[in-house]
């Protein structure tokens, strides 16, 4: 597969051009991301169904499967309905559905595309049923399952996992099942990311098991998130594995261990604009409109402020770290007795963020560039990609 043709803005450029603050792709290090998992779930004999709310782009989801449609995850209807347009037709939308956005669910299913909805109640059940009916046509529709006490869901053994299933069975519409160890995202050693995986699949296989007893079919058992993706060593009883961030990955999961932070493929561009030596500051063009204020790392052994500091070229500068951002100011000082490197105003940085899909979701595109292009001058943008809506 090669990179998708350049777009403007962008092409010609090298990152020393556009105004700041702008996000940066490495698409050489996206696709070693999207292979390693690729190969896992080959190695787990599961099919691969990546999340694309991460990155919302058509053109990353086309370095997923050289090129041609996959399977995916998206986290809204508009995001359904983009990729819809850009030619996939096996969409799972996993968040809980509500009875006002059946209209457009059916709509994409007369379009010819297969889109799986989410519920964990009798009440989602019986007018998705019930819509099913009306429309003449399958609502394809998975019950969420709860294995760590995260968000929504029902817990494997709750009486109304099968009723539910009864419900939607009848009605021609039950799917399977699906659970993600939100979780995960706290657990700190591979041990304990091992264990969060295999509780996830065993609480989804669980919940498979006792609808199937209860005569129910069972076609799907969905499970994943980044962290348990990568730790899971015994997927039996699964047919689905699904993760989003993994594609860029960010500060979090270097911080638990799941990648290092050269895999890190999203960063933000800024430029120094002021200095405050009397407070150890240096100021920069990217405040939180530019990273978000996900502050995720603050939990973790090592909390990384908003961002670690690199160069233009990616190279981490000793010591620097984004430790502050109002709207469009960001802060950086430098920590564990660094010293604050001479930066003149009009040096451009790098921000490597704690949450890439917080960070990606604050701009329309992303310039990209190929970290194995060496070059005497900045990197140079191979191509401009554009963001899906994700509303």
């Known amino acids: 597969m090669t990179t998708p043709p350049a777009t403007s803005p962008g092409a010609g450029q090298t990152l020393a051009d556009p105004d700041t603050p702008f996000a940066v792709v490495d698409v050489h290090r996206t696709r070693r991301n999207i292979e390693r998992l690729a190969a896992r779930a080959d190695r787990l ?31 809204t209807l508009a995001e359904a309905e983009a990729f819809a347009d850009g030619g996939y037709t096996d969409i799972t939308y996993a968040v809980g559905i509500d009875p006002h956005k059946l209209p457009r669910v059916v709509a994409l299913l007369r379009r010819g595309v297969t889109l799986r909805i989410l519920l964990d109640s009798t009440a989602q059940a019986e007018f998705v049923a019930e819509a099913s009916r009306r429309a003449g046509l399958p609502i394809p529709t998975q019950i969420e399952i709860d294995c760590d006490g995260h968000r929504g869901g029902l817990t494997p053994d709750a009486p109304a996992i099968v009723e539910i299933g009864r419900i939607l069975h009848d009605a021609g519409c039950l799917d399977g099942v699906l659970t993600h160890a939100g979780e995960s995202y706290f657990a700190p050693t591979a041990e304990e990311q091992r264990l969060a995986a295999k509780n996830e699949r065993d609480t989804a296989a669980t919940a498979a098991e006792r609808l199937r007893a209860a005569g129910l079919p069972v076609d799907t058992v969905s499970v994943g998130s980044t962290p348990t993706a990568h730790a899971a060593e015994d997927l039996t009883g699964v047919t689905e594995l699904r ?75 000793p010591g620097l770290v984004m430790t502050a951002a109002s709207q469009e100011h960001g802060t950086l000082t430098a920590r564990d007795g660094a010293q604050l490197p001479d930066l003149p105003v009009g040096t451009r940085l790098r921000i490597l963020p704690n949450h890439a899909c917080a960070t990606a979701a604050q701009h329309q595109g992303y310039h990209v560039i190929d970290s194995t292009r060496t070059t005497n001058t900045a990197p140079a943008i191979q191509a401009f990609w554009k963001r899906v809506t994700g509303w």
């Open 45 to 75: 004999a599961v099919a691969l169904r990546p999340h694309v709310k991460t990155a919302k782009s058509l053109d990353v989801a086309a370095l997923l499967h050289h090129g041609s449609s996959c399977p995916i995850t998206v986290s």
């Open 243 to 317: 993760a989003g961030n993994y594609v860029f990955f960010d500060l979090v999961m270097a911080g638990l261990g799941v990648c290092r932070i050269e895999d890190l493929a999203l960063s933000v561009v800024v430029t120094v604009i002021g200095h405050r030596p009397e407070y150890g500051w240096i100021v920069t063009d990217g405040g939180w409109m530019a990273m978000s204020r996900d502050r995720g790392t603050s939990v973790q052994a090592q909390d990384q402020g908003y961002g670690l500091v690199t160069d233009l070229y990616g190279t981490l500068v």
